[in-house]
T-cell receptor, first 114, second 108 residues
Framework: GAGVSQTPSNKVTEKGKYVELRCDPI?????LYWYRQSLGQGPEFLIY????????DSGLPNDRFFAVRPEGSVSTLKIQRTERGDSAVYLC????????????FGQGTRLTVV | DAKTTQPNSMESNEEEPVHLPCNHS???????IHWYRQLPSQGPEYVIH???SNVNNRMASLAIAEDRKSSTLILHRATLRDAAVYYC?????????FGKGTRLSVIA
């Protein structure tokens, strides 16, 4: 079956522009996570959804970052006024219930802000 | 406010068992213990998880202390492909949050 799919796989944007990163979780998974990972660092938690609602958005670095999951399936991470420091690999993961079951990760979107 | 403590790095010889420790002294009764690993240039990958009892799967074994304040991930025969960063994570009231993990090097 299909795994977690993230699009695009690579995105190059200019400083100051707006970007959207998409995550298609595994069908039926209620929990969805977003992370970002810089070179040489571990995944940094951004936000966690249970169904349609953001159960924990404590990892979003500032108000330029926003994520939605309107129908409890596909999620979009939105970054406004991108900065060079936003360059990283953005990872998405999903799991059946977020606590008792394993999470499956997508291959990530590599965002480069020039 | 890290909930787990792991050694920064460990080294193992190929084809020998590896025991990766994790301390989680503030674990609550409803926290699950998860282990993930990340191979170079890849996304994180699930390894194993448990609540109270020891667990075995095709990749590894998880030994959980009786008081649940520590656990050990056991790779029975390390291969070069097992060289990765291993993360021990508690999930309960908090979501899947990665700490610094243990970088495992495997020597041929």
């Amino acid at each position: 079956g299909a795994g977690v799919s993230q699009t695009p796989s690579n995105k190059v944007t200019e400083k100051g522009k707006y970007v959207e990163l998409r995550c298609d979780p595994i069908s039926g998974h209620t929990a969805l996570y977003w992370y970002r990972q810089s070179l040489g660092q571990g995944p940094e938690f951004l936000i966690y959804f249970q169904g349609t609602g953001a159960a924990d958005d404590s990892g979003l670095p500032n108000d330029r970052f926003f994520a939605v999951r309107p129908e409890g399936s596909v999620s979009t991470l939105k970054i406004q006024r991108t900065e060079r420091g936003d360059s990283a690999v953005y990872l998405c993961a999903s799991s059946l219930d977020g606590r008792r079951t394993e999470a499956f990760f997508g291959q990530g979107t590599r965002l480069t802000v020039v | 406010d890290a909930k787990t403590t792991q050694p920064n790095s460990m080294e193992s010889n190929e084809e020998e068992p590896v025991h990766l420790p994790c301390n989680h002294s503030t674990i609550s009764g409803t926290d699950y213990i998860h282990w993930y690993r990340q191979l170079p240039s890849q996304g994180p990958e699930y390894v194993i998880h448990g609540l109270t009892s020891n667990v075995n799967n095709r990749m590894a074994s998880l030994a959980i202390a009786e008081d649940r304040k520590s656990s050990t991930l056991i790779l029975h025969r390390a291969t070069l492909r097992d060289a990765a960063v291993y993360y021990c994570i508690l999930t309960g009231n908090t979501p899947l949050v990665f700490g610094k993990g243990t970088r495992l090097s495997v020597i041929a």
